[in-house]
């Protein structure tokens, strides 16, 4: 079996994450440039992760939204740098998004 | 909601395939002979897809090697066009009959807005404003967006940002066969319907699909609805379409209508989660900071042992064929200058060019199968770590390490690298690393420098590789803080799926990089070594005296041994006479050939150059070395021998202690002192002697002005740090 996914507890960024955990993204505080490249590449707002590796790499796997979370998505190897500028947060319940979860301020709150 | 494979039978015929699109989704069909065919019956269609969907095995299937690669003129993105195989009456009814298509296969991408040269590529490409070199200019005729059944969702913007374009567009669905092993059913006819564009299932590998696809393509259309272009609602429209037309796995028989997120790990297939646990187990030892490390060193390394073990037999061959067919010639065409111009220029030239083509393709055919296993993305973030203070990017690791054994594949191989500015860098310092050509030389340096101290000639060719390494790495830094300056990226690259290489890829991959370089190379080669020839032959001068004289002393020894007659007690006498005569004609061959140098216009460029290379002690006779060996490193050896002994086998021991004790033109000086040699050799480590890389770097890297600054850059930094050696070694040793 796959290492069980455990739901993310709250709003973090993807290096702080543990690997095993599944949440979506709620927000690319990257390099505009970056951000389109990881949008375009599925790391968008909402897209469903599962946190593969730590470190440098940070390996995700994004997933499909309907109940089959391997193989079914792509794998995306990034950088630690980038994998900073990533906030992931829980997936909520009724699967329409994480706004809520993202804390007010965002990606200027992380860069203080 | 039908799955996709039961479809594919319905949708064998074209015209009952085109009949369903103007059905459902009121679509502009195409009439039979189409819009889109110019007069010379050709349908240009764009291959456009992201990267890893399989696009470049779709295109090999269907065009197998009737195909050519050049490159999008001002670019340096590779484009490649080939000519689909017309097969079957449904596409003859469609085309006139001397009609083609032309697939023109774009570089992978992920979004075409990305501020990416490859996007920028398609953007123009589809906008009819970029062809590939040798193409018409204007818009394709028709698009084909390959997309990966398994990963629709992140697939499906892009096409959304292709049927904005407004152009006849098919979707082909790639990689079915295993987009349904992982329980994923695609509702093709619902896709039509939201897309409104043709929507075929296929698999590139296993050749599902593909005897249809021609004719697809051939009748496509343009689509009656236009996603939106604003990227939030792109990505909205392609939610919608994904959850209206995919389901994966029992979710679809739980509840297909509502695609709720779900990490309910029972509702995976069995083996998709083998494969993903599997995945997640490779990726944590291959990308591991020391166990990826050592993993990649052994894997390179036994990569370049069997291209250096295995390549060498054909090189022996080819060389063997080429010594044969110089041979040939010397005896088939009568003595002059057409004879050796054939001889010793075209065979010699072209032999120097083809004997490198074994490396080359075997390269390439082991870089093509690890990069289809999807190890070689795991290993680019492992060299990510190593040189990215040197402002190079992972990718960069593989030509580089290329370039030992040529450089000229190692810049080729730099067309994987995404961003511009990493990719000049790595052009630009590629040629530091030690490549093949330049072991002759390293040979003979140390050699003359360590003789009869085998472990310190072994020290010193161990530290010319080290120099080269950090010369580049040093000269990377240098580049990327001025000239390319620029944040560097941080690295993000898409993880495939880890499988079982396909060797049709590999061998086509092969194929098409060897025959580029043959054309590429091979005649600007050819043309340099036909010069050098030249060059080092004219102007034809007489012998000189003392040759003349040897020649005489052969002529008297032959009349006194016919003088002799058949006595048998005289054998001996006989017989020593005419091992004397051969030394002798041997000497006279080696003056003669030795003042045909210095006397031709090389030699006299060696004359004029002397003062230029006298501070790192080289006499004129070096210098023609050094300008003969600009074409090919290797050639420093040759010259150097016929020089200073008038035979080129360098590998007579003879011959290089005559090297090791040849005089200057004061008679006493060594042409090789040890500070000489050390200068020679960090010379030849550091310096751009090699014609045909810059030849290829300026085709690489989209301008002359880089292959100059290659050069320059090159030639300078080895006259300055070989200008120092010399005066160290001066220093401590005295001579």
Sequence with gaps: MVRASTPLPATVALADANPGQTGVVCQLCNDPRDAALLRAMGLRHNALVRVCRLGDPCIVEVLARDGCTASCGSRIGLARPLARQVRMGPVPPNGLGCDAACPPGGCATDRK | MSDGCDRCGSHSSSVALTSSVATTASTTTRPATGPGQDPTGIIRVALVGNPNTGKTTLFNRLCGLRHKTSNFPGTTQEARVGEVKVRGSNLASLLSADASIHLIDLPGIYSLQLDQSEAEVCREVLAGNLSPRGEKLGAPDAVCVVVDAANLLRNLPLVGEVLAQRLPTVVAINMIDLARRHGVRIDTRAMEEHLGCRVTLVSARSGEGIDTLPAILASATIANRTPPGEREALEAWADDVHAACVV?????????????????????????????????????????????????????????????????YPMDWIDSIFGLLGGWVHDLIPPGVLRDLLSEGVVKGIGATVIFVPQICLLFFLISLLEDTGYLARAAFVMDRLLRPFGLPGHSFVPLLGSHACALPGIMATRAIPDRRDRLATILVAPFMTCSARIPVYVLVTTILFRDRPAMAALAFVGCYVVGILAGL????????????????????????????????????????????????????????????????????????????????????????????????????????????????????????????????????????????????YDWQLCVGVVTSFAAREVFVSTMAVMVTGSDDAEDQTVLEQIQTAKRSDGVTNIFTPATSWSLLVFYVLAMQCLPTLVVTAKEAGGVRWAVLQLAWMSGLAYFAAWGVHALVLALNGS
């Design chain 2, 248 to 312: 994966h796995g029992q979710a679809m028989s739980a509840d297909a209508s509502n695609p709720q997120p779900s990490t309910n790990s029972t509702s995976k297939p069995a083996a998709s989660a083998r494969a993903s646990q599997l995945t997640d187990r490779l990726d944590a030892v291959l990308t591991h900071k020391l166990w990826g490390g050592v993993i990649f060193a052994a894997v390179m390394a036994l990569l370049f042992l069997v291209i250096f073990k295995i390549a060498q």
């Design chain 2, 474 to 617: 040093f000269s990377a830094l240098i580049v990327r803080r001025t000239i390319l300056r620029g944040t560097s990226r941080p690295m993000v690259l898409e993880l495939p799926t880890y499988k079982l290489p396909s060797v049709r890829t590999a061998l086509l991959t092969t194929y098409d990089r060897g025959l580029m370089f043959i054309k590429n190379a091979g005649t600007n080669i050819l043309a340099i070594c036909v010069v050098l020839w030249w060059l080092g032959a004219f102007p034809r001068v007489g012998p000189p005296d003392a040759s003349i004289e040897l020649r005489q002393k052969v002529a008297q020894l032959s009349t006194d041994q016919l003088s002799i007659g058949a006595d048998q007690a005289r054998a001996a006498d006989r017989e020593a006479m005419t091992a004397q005569m051969v030394d002798l004609a041997a000497q006279a061959d080696r003056l003669e050939a030795s003042n045909a140098k210095a006397q031709s216009f090389a030699g006299r460029l060696g004359h004029m150059i002397e003062p230029v290379f006298r501070p790192l002690g």
